[in-house]
Nanobody, 124 residues
């Protein structure tokens, strides 16, 4: 069983940067494709970034974050990151780390594992 633990959320002002981290355990990290989702109340959880097993391939399906957010991973530390720049109030959400038992992230199917989520709040 894979356990995922996010950290790095908090309250920031518009225009600030924030980096989220997600530490994985219970499995060799390089066997997992990783993703970041976010969810606001009343809306579905949305995939915003994904990365393949070695970090060589990244995917940003959400237009709203493309160019501002960057996903990366450090397999030696079993950690995936989400660097968020130029934050906007509309980025306020709970951010979830997710993993698939795959080398590449398949957006057409859901994650196999979820983290517990971390709140990010961006004030105007």
């Amino acid at each position: 069983q894979v356990q995922l633990a996010e950290s790095g959320g908090g309250l920031v002002q518009a225009g600030d940067s924030l980096r989220l981290s997600c530490s994985a355990s219970g499995r060799t990290f390089s066997t997992l494709a990783m993703g970041w989702f976010r969810q606001v109340p009343g809306k579905e959880r949305e995939l915003i970034a994904a990365i393949n097993w070695d970090g060589g391939n990244t995917y940003y399906p959400a237009d709203s974050v493309r160019g501002r957010f960057t996903i990366s991973r450090d397999n030696a530390k079993s950690t995936v990151y989400l660097q968020m720049n130029s934050l906007k109030p509309e980025d306020t959400a709970i951010y979830y780390c997710a993993a698939q038992d795959a080398t590449y992230y398949y957006a057409g199917r859901g994650p196999d594992y979820w983290g517990q989520g971390t709140q990010v709040t961006v004030s105007p």
